[in-house]
C-alpha cells in the first residue's frame, strides 16, 4: 500500500506558506519605511550642520536664503546637498532667513516622530530647524 499526501494535507501546508510568506512581506515593507525615514532624519542632520558651519563662517552671521546651493559653493561646507532616498529627483524643503531655517521632508511613517507639522509650501511631515525639530 502506497502512502501519499491528501489532497486537504497539500492545501493546509499551501495555506501556511502564504500565510508566512505575506507576513515576512509586510514586515519587510514596514523595514524599508523606517530605514527611508531614518535616512531621511539623517541627511538633514547633515545639512544642518552645513547650515550652523555656514553661519559661523558669515561675516554676516546669517543663514543662507537664496538656497541650499550655497553650501556648495564658493566654500564647501557639505559635499552635496543629499537627496530623498525614495525618490532621488525630489529635494529636501529649506525655507530661510538671515535669522532662522525651516529642513523639511516627508516621513512615510508619521508614527516615528514626535510632533508632526507640515511645512508651509511643501508636503512635509517633518520639519527641523536651529534648535531641532519644530
Do not use: H, W
Not at 497539500?10 to 515593507?29: D, E, G, P, Q, R
Not at 539623517?42 to 550642520?49: F, G, H, S, V
Not at 525655507?95 to 507639522?117: K, M, N, Q
Amino acid at each position: 500500500m502506497k502512502k501519499s499526501f491528501t489532497l486537504i494535507e497539500i492545501l493546509v501546508v499551501i495555506t501556511i506558506i502564504v500565510l508566512l510568506s505575506a507576513a515576512a512581506m509586510v514586515s519587510y515593507s514596514t523595514f524599508l519605511k523606517q530605514s527611508r525615514d531614518a535616512k531621511r532624519k539623517t541627511d538633514l542632520e547633515q545639512i544642518r550642520a552645513a547650515l550652523e558651519m555656514f553661519r559661523s563662517n558669515s561675516t554676516t552671521n546669517s543663514y543662507p536664503t537664496t538656497g541650499l546651493s550655497e553650501l556648495t559653493a564658493p566654500i564647501v561646507y557639505i559635499q552635496s546637498v543629499p537627496k530623498d532616498p525614495k525618490d532621488p529627483t525630489y529635494s529636501y524643503y529649506y525655507s530661510g532667513s538671515a535669522a532662522d531655517y525651516t529642513l523639511g521632508a516627508y516621513l512615510e511613517t508619521t508614527s516615528t516622530c514626535a510632533v508632526v507639522i507640515s511645512c508651509t509650501v511643501a508636503n512635509c511631515n517633518y520639519c527641523v530647524g536651529p534648535y531641532g525639530q519644530k
